[in-house]
T-cell receptor, first 114, second 110 residues
Framework: NAGVMQNPRHLVRRRGQEARLRCSPMKGHSHVYWYRQLPEEGLKFMVYLQKENIIDESGMPKERFSAEFPKEGPSILRIQQVVRGDSAAYFC????????????FGQGTRLTVV | DAKTTQPPSMDCAEGRAANLPCNHSTISGNEYVYWYRQIHSQGPQYIIHGLKNNETNEMASLIITEDRKSSTLILPHATLRDTAVYYCIVGSSNTGKLIFGQGTTLQVKP
């Protein structure tokens, strides 16, 4: 059973471009969480999705960031018009139910904005 | 969500038990205690979680006080590969999102 798969592992974008980060949850998991870790800082919750639904986006920046988890395919975190401050590690986690259970994390996508 | 307090850093000798404390005095009755760790810049790794009773798995043991206001993660025989930041998290009672604090940086020394 493959773990949580994130791709790409490293992504370089110029300021103003779009970044698309993908996350394939573990088999059988329908709950996906995205977290961001800025350099030398802790992990911050961004968004929680179930299939085709955004459940909690309280940690998402108000502009330029969006997330989806379609019925088929991976979850996508999309950052439009990237700025240098978006440079960070973005981690995805999945779980098989919504609470009181462990979540499994991917290895992350390191986004560098130049 | 309940807040947790952990010491910022700890050292442990290789082969000895590492005991990592966590205070969560505002925990509510249906909130679980979770432990994760992050080795260098890798993705966080789940270690163990519990509600009231002590728990043990192949990685660690979790001791939760009777009043549930604190807990201790025990790595029975620490190795150099256990050097990491360890996060104690009280799970949200509404969703599975995790609120990470600063954690404890455990340095295992030869």
């Amino acid at each position: 059973n493959a773990g949580v798969m994130q791709n790409p592992r490293h992504l370089v974008r110029r300021r103003g471009q779009e970044a698309r980060l993908r996350c394939s949850p573990m088999k059988g998991h329908s709950h996906v969480y995205w977290y961001r870790q800025l350099p030398e800082e802790g992990l911050k919750f961004m968004v929680y999705l179930q299939k085709e639904n955004i459940i909690d986006e309280s940690g998402m920046p108000k502009e330029r960031f969006s997330a989806e988890f379609p019925k088929e395919g991976p979850s996508i975190l999309r950052i439009q018009q990237v700025v240098r401050g978006d440079s960070a590690a973005y981690f995805c986690a999945s779980s098989y139910r919504d609470k009181n259970t462990e979540a499994f994390f991917g290895q992350g996508t390191r986004l560098t904005v130049v | 969500d309940a807040k947790t307090t952990q010491p910022p850093s700890m050292d442990c000798a290789e082969g000895r038990a590492a005991n990592l404390p966590c205070n969560h005095s505002t925990i509510s009755g249906n909130e679980y205690v979770y432990w994760y760790r992050q080795i260098h810049s890798q993705g966080p790794q789940y270690i163990i979680h519990g509600l009231k009773n002590n728990e043990t798995n192949e990685m660690a043991s979790l001791i939760i006080t009777e009043d549930r206001k604190s807990s201790t993660l025990i790595l029975p025989h620490a190795t150099l590969r256990d050097t990491a930041v360890y996060y104690c998290i009280v799970g949200s009672s509404n969703t599975g999102k995790l609120i990470f604090g600063q954690g404890t940086t455990l340095q295992v020394k030869p």
